[in-house]
Each structure stands twice: as structure tokens, then as C-alpha cells.
């Protein structure tokens, strides 16, 4: 069985103007109770991610769906393994940010949509959530350090925000040095500082 495409910024022939729009999209809230269509996109976004052993979460505009739906590992987030059971996962639904403390740290994030790149992130350590579970149920939900990181990345995605789109260091392989060059650096010195090389 193939994995569930997808949806990436760009390609090897360049940007990606459809999966873009999606990308770069605010995904829409899902009505609680859930309806059929709502079931049937929470579930294809479970089943993508379930079947990935190359990632610590999931949105749902990154298979094409703009709805507010994010799946993220909470278990085994050092191993490069699909997960094996739904105690090792979250899905929340229609989930917002309620409170961000600690400090903030600074670390290098890659991302599905955006392939071969990594981008220095800065983010608070401890973040409070309100969403939906699966079953429609309110949730209140406090996560902390690595797994917060993980939290923010996807509901990043769930305001059309990328790893590009913030204001850290780019990592790029040397091989892939002057396509990222035509697609991000325009003649301002201030992107090509932001450029560095794996």
C-alpha cells in the first residue's frame, strides 16, 4: 500500500502553486457534533499519519484537507518507527492556543511540506491547548519542552504558517544550494544571511 501523498511548498521543478494555496490557507473549524464528512477527514488524516514512520505529527492541509484536524506523536518521539498504539498519539480538533509560558528556546525544525530544508524556530517550552477529541468531547490540554514544540509546528499549519516562515537560520544540504537560492533569496543581503549549509 503507497502512503497518502503529501502536499509540499515546492518540488524539484519548483513551487507547488496548487498544494501551496492549501498550505497557506486558515483551515476551517469542523462543527461539533461531528457529521459524516467530518469523521471520514479525521480518520484519513489518522490513517496518513499512522502509516509514516518519518513523522512526529500531522496536519490536515498537509494531505489536502483545510480543516482544523492535527494527529502528533506523545509517545517514542526519538524513534524513527510508526506508531503502534493509540496511547502514542493525540488528535485534536479545532484546537487553539490558550496560554504560552516558560522561556523560549531556540531549535531547528524540519517539515513534510517543506522537504529538504531545517529552520532554527524559536518557541515557548510550555503551551496550554483547548480542542476537541475525537469523539467531540472539550479537552483542555498542557503540554511541555519537546512535545509543546511539536504541538506549535502542527497547529502552525493549521494558520498557513510554515517552518519558512519564521525568522531563524535555513539549513539547507550544499547540493541543493542554488535551487533554495532561486526560490527564497531574492538580492537582500538579509536572506542571504539567513541561508547556512549542511
Given at each position: 500500500?503507497?502512503?497518502?501523498r503529501?502536499?509540499?511548498?515546492?518540488?524539484?521543478?519548483?513551487?507547488n502553486?496548487?498544494?501551496?494555496?492549501?498550505?497557506?490557507?486558515?483551515?476551517?473549524?469542523?462543527?461539533?457534533?461531528?457529521?459524516?464528512?467530518?469523521?471520514?477527514?479525521?480518520?484519513?488524516?489518522?490513517?496518513a499519519?499512522?502509516?509514516?514512520?518519518?513523522?512526529?505529527?500531522?496536519?490536515?492541509?498537509?494531505?489536502?484537507?483545510?480543516k482544523?484536524?492535527?494527529?502528533?506523536?506523545?509517545?517514542?518521539?526519538?524513534?524513527?518507527?510508526?506508531?503502534?498504539?493509540?496511547?502514542?498519539?493525540?488528535?485534536?480538533?479545532?484546537?487553539?492556543?490558550?496560554?504560552?509560558?516558560?522561556?523560549?528556546?531556540?531549535?531547528?525544525?524540519?517539515?513534510?511540506?517543506?522537504?529538504?530544508?531545517?529552520?532554527?524556530?524559536?518557541?515557548?517550552?510550555?503551551?496550554?491547548?483547548?480542542?476537541?477529541?475525537?469523539?467531540?468531547?472539550?479537552?483542555?490540554?498542557?503540554?511541555?519542552?519537546?512535545l509543546?514544540?511539536?504541538?506549535?509546528?502542527?497547529?502552525?499549519?493549521l494558520?498557513?504558517?510554515?517552518?519558512?516562515?519564521?525568522?531563524?537560520?535555513?539549513?539547507?544540504?550544499?547540493?541543493?544550494?542554488?535551487?533554495?537560492?532561486?526560490?527564497?533569496?531574492?538580492?537582500?543581503p538579509?536572506?542571504?544571511?539567513?541561508?547556512?549549509?549542511?
Amino acid at each position: 500500500m503507497s502512503k497518502t501523498r503529501i502536499w509540499t511548498l515546492w518540488s524539484e521543478k519548483g513551487i507547488n502553486e496548487e498544494e501551496s494555496k492549501i498550505l497557506r490557507s486558515h483551515a476551517r473549524e469542523i462543527p461539533v457534533p461531528y457529521d459524516d464528512e467530518a469523521r471520514r477527514d479525521i480518520k484519513k488524516l489518522l490513517d496518513a499519519f499512522l502509516e509514516r514512520d518519518d513523522a512526529l505529527g500531522l496536519a490536515a492541509p498537509q494531505i489536502g484537507i483545510c480543516k482544523k484536524i492535527v494527529v502528533f506523536k506523545i509517545r517514542g518521539l526519538n524513534e524513527k518507527a510508526p506508531v503502534r498504539s493509540e496511547n502514542d498519539y493525540e488528535v485534536l480538533i479545532n484546537p487553539r492556543i490558550t496560554q504560552k509560558r516558560g522561556e523560549e528556546e531556540k531549535m531547528s525544525e524540519g517539515c513534510l511540506s517543506c522537504p529538504d530544508i531545517n529552520v532554527e524556530v524559536t518557541r515557548p517550552r510550555e503551551i496550554k491547548v483547548r480542542a476537541h477529541d475525537m469523539k467531540g468531547n472539550r479537552i483542555n490540554k498542557r503540554y511541555t519542552d519537546f512535545l509543546a514544540r511539536i504541538v506549535q509546528h502542527e497547529l502552525d499549519h493549521l494558520d498557513g504558517k510554515l517552518i519558512i516562515d519564521h525568522d531563524g537560520t535555513f539549513f539547507i544540504p550544499r547540493e541543493k544550494r542554488d535551487f533554495f537560492r532561486k526560490l527564497f533569496v531574492s538580492d537582500s543581503p538579509d536572506a542571504q544571511k539567513k541561508m547556512a549549509h549542511t
